[in-house]
């Protein structure tokens, strides 16, 4: 069973008050990318892996999206994503990612945002959404980039000539990683890039786009913390299709 660390009342405090937690996908710098490579939802059956408070799952409705089933491990986020919906076309599950099981060809997008770092066999959740697709169906996922998974903590290092850097440990060395995010404790597991996209490729899946996001100058001035941003990837955005 996956680590329930959204259900630890510090933790769970702490990602509440995040700017994608108050402001939905507006809060999302990375968004805008993840929106451009979705398919038309008009009449298609969405299930959205690690839903949190649902704010993808609504979108989709408002897209056009026929049914959306929204699953999420944590009790907190799911009782937040019903009480933030009322529309009988969504529906919200609790269940485990590490061992899902879904019906055969019964969605056309599987949709996730940062969950998948948490998993520990990324292959067996391949097969699952795999098989749960109707052919040509699209999935779409963001996860912590590995690069930034790897760096040293607390992140940032400073010389003496006051130049930034940001050192990755054990790249190469994939498996459990344990790291203090909001709360102690919270355990991720880190994949290379090539091992997550041959997972993929060896599951059935082809790949359509990777995408080692970064902000946009526009974002850059609006928001200028997001600057920190183009220093090293955060967030890998991978769309493939069966």
């Given at each position: ?91 919200y599950r609790i269940a485990d990612l590490e061992n899902l099981e ?6 056309d997008l599987a949709y996730s945002s940062l969950a998948f770092h ?125």
């Amino acid at each position: 069973m996956a680590q329930n660390i959204y259900d630890k009342p510090e933790f769970f405090a702490g990602y509440s008050q995040l700017g994608r937690s108050v402001m939905g996908l507006d809060g999302a710098a990375e968004w805008p990318s993840i929106r451009d490579r979705m398919q038309d939802l008009a009449g298609k059956r969405v299930v959205d892996l690690g839903c949190g408070f649902g704010w993808v799952s609504r979108w989709a409705r408002q897209q056009g999206a026929s049914h959306v089933l929204g699953l999420d491990l944590s009790e907190n986020m799911i009782a937040r994503a019903r009480a933030d919906t009322d529309d009988p076309q969504i529906e919200y599950r609790i269940a485990d990612l590490e061992n899902l099981e879904l019906p055969a060809a019964s969605f056309d997008l599987a949709y996730s945002s940062l969950a998948f770092h948490y998993i520990a066999d990324f292959s067996k959740l391949v097969a699952a959404v795999h098989q749960s697709l109707a052919k040509g169906g699209q999935f779409l996922f963001t996860i912590e980039h590995p690069i930034y998974m790897a760096s040293r903590q607390p992140g940032w290092q400073i010389d003496a000539e006051g130049k930034k850097s940001w050192p990755v440990d054990r790249y190469s060395v994939e498996g459990k990683r344990t790291t203090d995010w909001l709360a102690k404790g919270v355990v991720k597991y880190h994949r290379t890039i090539g091992t997550t996209l041959n997972t993929l490729i060896n599951q059935g899946f082809a790949i359509r786009h990777v995408e080692e996001w970064h902000p946009s100058a526009e974002q850059i001035r609006a928001i200028p913390d997001l600057a920190e941003e183009m220093e090293r990837p955060m967030i890998l955005i991978v769309d493939v299709q069966r």
